[in-house]
């Protein structure tokens, strides 16, 4: 398998569960990052990582809590989310955090909040 | 001012028409510029990438950078309906090492 995986594809949550979105990268890199997309606005980055360490949080509420691992690996836990939090959510990865590393993504997680 | 500027469409034209995607930015300290194709249901994918001014070409595709206007775009000779897709703009470098992405432009090419 190559690229950037991401799973699952599809999730509807109650606005009190608790669920987690996955990303795993086979590119060798050692940066990745989560986005948020929303209808008519630009991708929104939330969290960057670099070799394991987070060096970015957006201003992104707790509600959102991301975990990596290791750098092929990253995890986005969601709990009592509300439903502007509705949105195709994004994993990308670059060989490393400099700002000429073009990032490569998956196709998303859309999240529907009920 | 927004740091990327992208006109949203929806932008159609017929089947082998040369198609004008633009994209304006605010810094001048900018010097790395992509574009990314978004198939519907599907993620970003790398079609371009440029650093500074100039022209790069591959295959019907065309990237132009313009850093005294502050103008990014691309072109696509002889459209299929396989290009339709939204393209997204994205540029970086100066203080920040972040990706800064324009809203996209839906394009659909007419057969």
């Known amino acids: 398998e190559t690229g950037v995986t991401q799973t699952p594809r599809h999730l509807v949550m109650g606005m009190t569960n608790k669920k987690s979105l996955k990303c795993e990268q086979h590119?060798?890199?050692?940066?990745m990052y989560w986005y948020k997309q929303s209808a008519k606005k630009p991708l929104e980055l939330m969290f960057v990582?670099?070799?394991?360490?987070?060096?970015e949080n957006n201003s992104v509420p707790s509600r959102f809590s991301p975990e990596c691992p290791n750098s092929s690996h990253l995890f986005l836990h969601l709990h009592t989310l509300q439903p502007e939090d509705s949105a195709l959510y994004l994993c990308a990865s670059s060989p490393g955090p400099g700002d000429n590393q073009p990032q490569h993504f998956g196709d998303g997680t859309r999240l529907s909040i009920l | 001012q927004k740091e990327v500027e992208q006109d949203p469409g929806p932008l159609s034209v017929p089947e082998g028409a040369i198609v004008s995607l633009n994209c304006t930015y605010s810094n001048s300290a900018f010097q790395y510029f992509m574009w990314y194709r978004q198939y519907s249901r599907k993620g970003p994918e790398l079609l371009m990438y440029t650093y500074s001014s100039g022209n790069k070409e591959d295959g019907r595709f065309t990237a132009q950078v313009d850093k005294s206007s502050k103008y990014i775009s691309l072109f696509i000779r002889d459209s299929q309906p396989s290009d339709s897709a939204t393209y997204l703009c994205?540029?970086?470098?100066?203080?920040?090492?972040?990706?800064?992405f324009g809203t996209g432009t839906l394009l659909a090419v007419q057969p």
């Open positions: 994205a540029i970086s470098g100066g203080a920040t090492n972040k990706l800064i």
């Open positions: 590119l060798g890199h050692n940066a």
């Open positions: 990582y670099n070799f394991k360490e987070q060096t």
